[in-house]
């Protein structure tokens, strides 16, 4: 099976992160992978680096790789538009964001253009359910996958650094100011960051899944996130992390409590890892994906 990948991203967030996982994982399946990426975006360089197969993503280039490969599969809603149009090989959406779906003709000729979505959480699903982006039925679930880190052994409390997102990173620590008893590390590195963290906060109004914490989870590190999303399926409160409210007092308190009670919170990050290790591995979200190829390939 060939597959073209298409994601016209400007950074290197969750979301890229996790294309240049699934090509690895699929490679290791046998699935011919061709990335497309933004000409100046950091994914292209990355994808370099890792010795894949990737090229600027163009109209001419979509154009003729479009009608050479099984499938097109669309990481981002650029690309997503940009397939559309372009037409092809079956078109396989991922939709990783909870946003609301737009309900110009535009939009909805776009969604309806895709043989399938591949959406990053059950929330993500009903969203696109409930805003008539597609029925339930062209809708498959399928979770982010991180690889397993080593546990951290620091006490470091880290946060996602600022990526422009208004709704994540620096927009949402004022939290930290306003205590001033909690110094807060903000990351732009979280595989490195994470080998010293104590406690990984992630605070967000509206959040798809949440890689970012799942690769915290990954090495053991407690988690504290906004009770928001798809964070709900990965998160059970007091059992492998908590879930809070977004407001100072309540974001702090959990910070608090953890920090105070070391055992528990050593117990928590133990058990965020054996949730990643049973619930989101690279090679389940491997496996899954290519169902879905498959499905719309027969």
Partial sequence: MRVLHLDAGKEMRGGQWQVLRLIEGLSAEGVESTLLARRDGPLLEAARR??????????????????????????????HTMAAVA????LVVARRVAFGVRAGMGSRWKYWRASRFVAVSEHVKQ???????????????????????????GTRIVAPADIGDPLKGYAMADWAAELGEFPLYMSDNLEEDLRTAGVFVYITYSEGLGSAV??????AVPVVASNEGGLKEVIEHRVN??????SPYAIGEAVRELIANPEWARSLGQAARRTVSERFTVDRMVRETMEVYRQVTS
């Avoid at 037409?87 to 079956?90: E, Q, S, T, W």
């Avoid at 799942?214 to 090495?219: I, V």
């Avoid at 992390?241 to 977004?246: H, S, T």
Wanted: no cysteine; aromatic share 2%; glycine share 10%.
């Fill in 50 to 79: 890792r010795r894949l197969r990737v090229t600027a993503l163009t109209w001419p280039h979509l154009a003729v790789l479009a009608r050479r490969h099984d499938v097109v599969h669309a990481h981002d809603a650029r690309s």
């Fill in 87 to 90: 037409g092809g090989a079956p």
């Fill in 127 to 153: 969203v696109l359910v409930e805003g008539g982006a597609a029925p339930a039925g062209k809708v498959a679930v399928v979770y982010d996958g991180v690889p397993l880190l080593p546990p951290s052994q």
């Fill in 214 to 219: 799942l690769l915290a989870m990954s090495a």
């Fill in 241 to 246: 992390g908590l879930l809070v409210e977004n």
